[in-house]
Structure formats: structure tokens, C-alpha cells
């Protein structure tokens, strides 16, 4: 997701991801003896005031 500022506006929030400490966009890799484990969170799209991810 691109966030760019408008003209009112002098910075763009990021949006947490519910129930999580992740923002989207953000991904985090952690590697372990059994492979990689990855967490990400992804902006899928808005239904009225709600937005998925």
C-alpha cells in the first residue's frame, strides 16, 4: 500500500493489523533449525469503515 500525504495532512499513520503488534506491510522472518517462519501482515481491502487484512 502506498500512503502519500495531502496537502492538509503533513504525515501518513500506520494501520495495525487487529490483535497483532504488526503494521501493514510489515514482515518478519525468523529462522529455526525446522526452516523459516514468516509473519506478515497484508492489506487486502476496505468493506465500508472496516479494513481487511
Known sequence: MQCSSF???T???KL???GSNLFIG???ENQ???GCN???CL???YLGHT???
Open 43 to 45: 492489506y487486502r481491502g
Open 16 to 18: 495495525q493489523c487487529k
Open 7 to 9: 496537502p492538509l495532512y
Open 26 to 28: 510489515d514482515v518478519y
Open 51 to 53: 479494513i481487511l487484512s
Open 32 to 34: 529455526s533449525s525446522k
Open 11 to 13: 504525515s501518513c499513520r
Open 38 to 40: 514468516i509473519t506478515s
